[in-house]
């Protein structure tokens, strides 16, 4: 092997340090040459002319360590050897160095997303790192960062290639594959990552790896790297793939195995197929899962003994209106929402300005039929309704007495509940429509037109039409009020019209995945909960789909269909109820995921202490923890464990054995007095482990005494 840029990478890394006190020097150096350094990437939030203001030494670095061709890598480390006067040649070989996504090439976030000191602790980490000196406080400092994970390791990796290695996916696979090992997919702290560090130099001295160096490792990991990329999201692949294909899973297993924890990344895959998850640190994860909650794609639900299908689905609510009458109205459920948040078509166009949430209006333009006013509204773009007499403020103040209180709650609607985006359908006739268009404006009061003052200017996207619109309305004509909600009509419906008159189309179809969070499932009476819609939630049976069905909901009246693109993921607690509780007409619509305890590699995990008590379940652990922790290992139930019990419906899961919280503190104490131990002696009172579990169960109060 060359490794020709070891030299180059080593007085690259010194020359840099000569910056750290004046980046905007080095700064003019690449914005002076932006195009020959292929650095157009280089910019903040407001886009590529939002020049950096600050730039880091391992985000310098990475200008020619992404994805770019060896021929490009070469033509610009030449010019930073001329830039920078470097004596060392110019490399003939990248061998094992790793690179970045050239989506996220940056070691920093845009301004809105990063800490004043960010930039700064890189390079106070980058300092110490090239002189050689102790850093961990630094280090432990910059993990914390954000958009900082594994990508620290590699930049160390480019500085000191002897002393570091990447744990970039290539390498993790690789060192697994070969050697067993097991490395974090997320960056560990500092005293976690020199354990990494010994652990493979002495193996490499024991000849147990052998390859010698760092730079060795690195290099026959990506002989293979095509190959083995692959391999690692294996699981995740299956599963999401099981997913797309199934439309409803359920993830289940014991208590603390992780099946919420596993949630968000589940959701943000299917979800956002772009978004980089596994280079991704959990903050940002959870980050991008919260963002498609307030996208209204994601929605949360935990079941439970008093939940029913009016929660669901649809029900009647009591409800007070502005006299103190109440009433019972039809109120959707939530999955209902999700599935009409799923149906809502996309915006294509922001110059019709309809608005992603848009209301469906009917408006009467002077009566039905042609007459002036509708004349004058298609021609110059608004509309125009009445009830001049009470003036153009409406108020507290205003004289109902003047039309006889008639209009009150239409001009309400018209003033203030109508909004910019909103479409509107221009009633023609008590069947038909003759235009649609999208309210641009706010309302005007026109003293200039001789009736019907009261304007809100419109985007007319198709006019001349004769479009019956009574089925899609459920059936029902419209009435003789001006203005008020068509609230069966959909943006997918005004879609279909559109379309069917080959209108420029503002919209096209929604495919992207939505998705309903059911922790608990089997808390709840899921038969009851789901109704008649258990039929609907098979794949074959959605919206669009060969075999489509639809039903007629109980409340409402009205006929509803699941969309295709809608799915639902549910946790299971095996503990607490076995998988036989649930029906099989139930059981039969989900795809069920196992989630198995497994050993972390996370700072705080009492890998012994999980051991001890795992044994208590399972017989083959140490054949399990060879295994890679595979999902699919077939686990052997223990002695201990009751033969009425599977070990992964009721082992204890991983969860459990993080020592550490939030803070750093130890809590060991407390999870063995207040959590561990008090659930080993319920297994046991309830039979689910025989009385051989109180050896270790005493065992484990001696340690909390010491």
């Known amino acids: ?119 700064q602790s890189l390079w106070n980490l980058f300092e110490k790192v090239v002189k050689g000196e102790d850093f961990a406080t630094e280090y432990n400092k910059v993990i914390r960062q954000y958009i900082i994970n594994i990508n620290i390791t590699m930049g160390l ?29 997320k960056v560990p702290d500092y005293s976690a990552y020199m354990n990494i560090l010994n652990d493979i130099k002495n193996k490499m001295a024991a000849n147990k790896i052998k390859e010698k160096t760092f730079s060795d490792i690195s290099a026959n990991a990506y002989v293979g790297a095509p190959a083995t990329k692959k391999a690692e999201q294996t699981w995740y692949d299956d599963e999401i793939g099981t997913w797309k294909r199934r439309k409803n899973i359920v993830l289940y297993g014991a208590p603390g195995s992780g ?100 209301v469906v209006w009917k408006v009467s333009l002077a009566g039905t039929g042609d007459n002036p006013v509708r004349t004058d509204c298609m021609k110059n773009g608004y509309i125009r ?29 018209y003033i203030n509940k109508m909004k910019t985006g909103d479409i509107v359908m221009s009633c023609y006739s008590s069947q038909t429509i003759d235009a649609i268009g999208v309210v641009t404006g706010d309302y005007e009061y026109n003293d200039s037109l001789p009736n019907y003052k009261r304007v809100r200017k419109v985007n007319w996207l198709l006019k001349g039409i004769n479009e019956n619109i009574v089925e899609m309305n459920d059936g029902k004509t419209m009435t003789l009020g001006t203005v008020y909600k068509l609230n069966s009509i959909t943006l997918d419906n005004v879609r279909s019209i559109l379309d069917k008159y080959k209108a420029s189309a503002p919209m096209e179809e929604n495919n992207r995945p939505y998705v309903l969070v059911i922790d608990e499932l089997n808390r709840g009476n899921v038969s009851k909960i789901l109704g008649e819609l258990i039929t609907l939630l098979e794949p074959d049976k959605r919206k669009g789909r060969q075999n489509a069905e639809s039903v007629v909901l109980p409340y409402s009246k009205k006929a509803f269909q699941i969309p295709d693109n809608v799915y639902l993921i549910a946790t299971m607690n095996t503990a607490d109820r076995s998988l036989g509780s649930l029906d099989y007409a139930v059981r039969r619509r989900f795809a069920f995921i196992p989630v198995l305890p497994h050993g972390l590699e996370e700072n705080g995990f009492d890998k012994e202490l999980f051991k001890q008590v795992s044994k208590l379940f399972i017989k083959n652990f140490d054949e399990y923890e ?11 139930p223990s002695e201990a464990l009751s033969v009425e019990f599977r070990p992964e419906d009721v082992w204890i899961g991983h969860s459990y054995f993080l020592m550490k919280d939030e803070q750093g503190e130890d809590c060991t104490g407390s999870r063995l007095r207040y959590e561990i131990i008090p659930l080993l002696e319920e297994y046991v009172r309830d039979g689910v482990l025989t009385v051989e579990a109180q050896t270790v169960i005493d065992e484990l109060y001696k340690q909390l005494m010491e």
């Open 259 to 358: 099946k919420t924890y596993e949630v968000p990344e589940f959701v943000v895959r299917l979800c956002a197929p772009g978004f980089d998850a596994d280079a991704a640190s959990r903050e940002e994860l959870i980050r991008k899962y919260h963002e498609l909650k307030k996208e209204k794609r994601v929605m949360f639900t935990t079941f439970h003994q008093s939940m029913d299908y009016e929660d669901w689905v649809e029900g009647l609510r009591p409800e007070t209106d502005d006299e103190n009458q109440v009433t019972y109205n039809v109120k959707d459920g939530i999955f209902k929402l999700l599935c009409k948040e799923a149906e809502k078509p996309i915006v294509t166009s922001k110059q019709t300005g309809i608005a992603p949430d848009a």
């Open 626 to 636: 060879a295994s890679g922790w595979n999902q699919s290992f077939k686990l052997q």
């Open 157 to 185: 990796f480019w500085v000191r290639p002897n002393d570091f290695i990447a744990l970039d996916s290539t390498n993790r696979i690789y060192l697994k594959q070969q050697y067993g090992l097991l490395l974090p997919k």
């Open 1 to 119: 092997m060359k490794f020709t840029w070891i030299p180059f990478y080593r007085e690259f890394a010194s020359k840099l340090l000569q910056f750290k006190s004046d980046r905007s020097e080095l700064l003019e150096l690449i914005y002076s040459h932006r195009d020959e350094l292929q650095a157009g990437y280089l910019h903040d939030k407001g886009g590529e002319n939002d020049l950096c203001t600050d730039i880091d030494p391992f985000t310098t670095f990475g200008i020619f360590n992404r994805n770019i061709t060896f021929a490009n890598r070469v033509k610009i480390i030449t010019i930073f050897r001329q830039l920078l006067n470097i004596k060392a040649d110019v490399p003939s070989d990248f061998e094992g160095v790793p690179l970045l996504n050239g989506l996220k090439s940056h070691f920093f976030g845009f301004r809105d997303r990063r800490e004043h000191d960010d930039i």
């Open 385 to 413: 309704i009445g009830w001049d007499g009470y003036g153009p403020v409406i108020s507290g103040e205003t004289d109902w007495s003047i039309h006889n209180g008639e209009g009150k709650q239409i001009l309400d609607a």
